[in-house]
């Protein structure tokens, strides 16, 4: 494809991947599972599962789409020419195209908590219970939910109608900093409260015994939806990359700044939840809930309130942009759409799939199935079903099909300093990408369907089979190693 859209730079691609992982997970959801599990302990265990499952698949999407400067089915059917391995590309515009229909719902009521803190209307909110009620007075008004969820998404939709340079990288760029500058203004206005130690504490104090195998697989599904693997996102993007970026440095800057973030997020949090007395624990709603108590009653809190839901809502635009592009992508490059007709059609129609999600916090909110509400399917299905799936087998693609030694052929362009005479680098990228991360990522997705605990049964009973199963695999594999 001779005219295809490239970053203008390096920097601006690793600004708008870090944009399109730095996110809700990083500041809506990363604080409260860390409050949830034990703090500075389960932010051990993430960071263990971000360097060996997060990094290696990170590098695997890039650099698949940057190989086949293709979408996600175009990037799989062109290097396996098979249906099979298309339709897991498809997975993946699938995947981007139901996140972003509910992502967009929680980002709408950031966007609408910006026009509370604006309005000053977080000073009446005295205890974490007035907050709540508040909430749900918000997201149980159609109006109000239905409203700022279109106001962000026609945000959404411009950015990716202006192009990859213009839109994207122009948009990552400007927002991007912004981002930071917030994040540190707040986090040092949390540490200058009084009594901010305790909440530090918190977030560097492991507390072990919170540990489980519970939370460790909490962390790897969490790892996951922050680095906006498995549906293609980052493929995507890499499709927009020339042949002399480093993929390994950009990689690594990109897991670091998203890391730095959500652990700056957990500071800025913690350090004015503990100061102001309020419940660390308080699950999903420690954003709109216990925070919006924290700002009405801390000096400046007006403006603090402001800035932070100033940050949510642009952390969470960088991302939304990089979910819509993935879609569109697909109908650029394998339908011949112009851009311009791929935004605003698929755009649309993403638009009105979100609506039920929208409205699942009122009208529709006694529509369940199995419990689950349409907006709870959505999040089920795409968070943990779809991107596990689609993680799974990008690694298995990447390590085994397409095959690791051509891959890295590939990813030696524009690295060559990074493997020269590093060849125990090459070991460690290789047993990684082969079998840690498949098999983390097939345990989690076992886990996050429910599906973990039977399994285990299952293998206690049929242990000796499973034992002659692999014994006699390897010695096949052995075998016709021997003959080559
Ligand atoms: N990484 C984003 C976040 O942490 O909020 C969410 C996300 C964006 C997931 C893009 C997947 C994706 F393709």
Redesign the pocket.
């Known amino acids: 494809m001779a005219n295809r859209e490239h970053w203008g730079s390096k920097f601006g691609f690793v600004l708008a991947a870090s944009g399109?992982?730095?996110?809700?997970?990083?500041i809506?959801?990363f604080p409260y599972i860390a409050g949830q599990n034990g703090g500075a302990a389960f932010i051990f265990v993430y960071l263990i599962c971000i360097a060996i499952v997060g990094l290696p698949v990170v590098i695997a999407e890039i650099l698949m789409g940057r190989t086949t400067q293709r979408n996600p089915v175009g990037a799989f059917r062109k290097l396996s020419g098979s249906k099979f391995w298309t339709a897991i590309g498809g997975l993946g515009v699938v995947?981007?195209f139901i996140?972003l229909s509910f992502?967009a719902v929680i980002a709408g009521w950031s966007t609408g908590y910006m026009v509370e803190a604006l309005l000053g209307n977080f000073g009446q909110l005295a205890t974490a219970a007035q907050a709540n009620t508040h909430f749900n007075s918000l997201v149980g008004d159609p109006t109000w939910m239905i409203g700022f969820y279109t106001i962000f998404f026609v945000f959404t939709m411009a950015v990716v109608f202006l192009g990859v340079k213009d839109g994207i990288e122009k948009g990552s760029k400007i927002m991007m900093p912004i981002l930071f500058i917030i994040l540190i203004i707040l986090m040092i206005k949390g540490i200058s409260l009084k009594g901010s130690g305790e909440g530090l504490a918190f977030l560097l104090k492991p507390d072990w015994s919170k540990i489980s195998g519970q939370s460790v697989l909490i962390a790897l599904g969490h790892a996951f939806?922050?680095?906006?693997?498995?549906?293609?996102?980052?493929m995507t993007y890499g499709s927009y990359l020339n042949k002399k970026t480093n993929i390994p440095n950009a990689a690594v800057q990109i897991v670091f700044l998203?890391t730095l973030v959500a652990l700056m997020a957990g500071v800025a949090i913690f350090t004015a939840v503990f100061a102001t007395g309020q419940n660390p624990a308080m699950g999903p709603g420690l954003i709109f809930n216990t925070l919006t108590v924290v700002f009405g009653s801390m000096t400046g809190g007006y403006f603090f309130g402001l800035l932070f839901f100033v940050l949510l809502t642009v952390?969470?635009l960088t991302?939304?942009i990089?979910?819509l592009e993935?879609a569109v992508a697909y109908f650029v490059d394998e339908r011949g759409w112009s851009r311009q007709k791929s935004v605003l059609l698929i755009g649309s129609a993403i638009f009105l799939f979100g609506i039920p999600s929208a409205l699942s916090f009122n009208l529709l909110a006694d529509f369940t199935y199995n419990g689950k509400t349409f907006f709870d399917l959505a999040d089920f299905v795409a968070s943990n079903v779809l991107?596990p799936v689609g993680g799974f087998f990008i690694a298995i693609f990447v390590a085994w099909i397409w095959g690791f030694d051509k891959a890295l052929i590939e990813l030696k362009h524009g690295a060559e300093n990074i493997f020269k005479d590093r060849t125990w680098l090459v070991t460690i990228f290789k047993v990684f990408l082969k079998f840690i991360a498949p098999v983390m990522i097939f345990i989690v997705f076992l886990h996050s369907v429910g599906l973990l605990e039977s399994t285990i049964e299952q293998l206690k009973n049929y242990w000796i089979i499973i034992v002659l199963c692999i014994v006699m695999l390897a010695i096949m594999i052995s075998r016709k190693r021997i003959k080559k």
């Open positions: 399109s992982a730095i996110g809700l997970g990083n809506w959801k995947a981007g996140i992502y939806f922050t680095l906006s693997l498995g549906m293609g996102a980052l998203d952390a969470a991302s939304s990089s979910l993935v991107l």
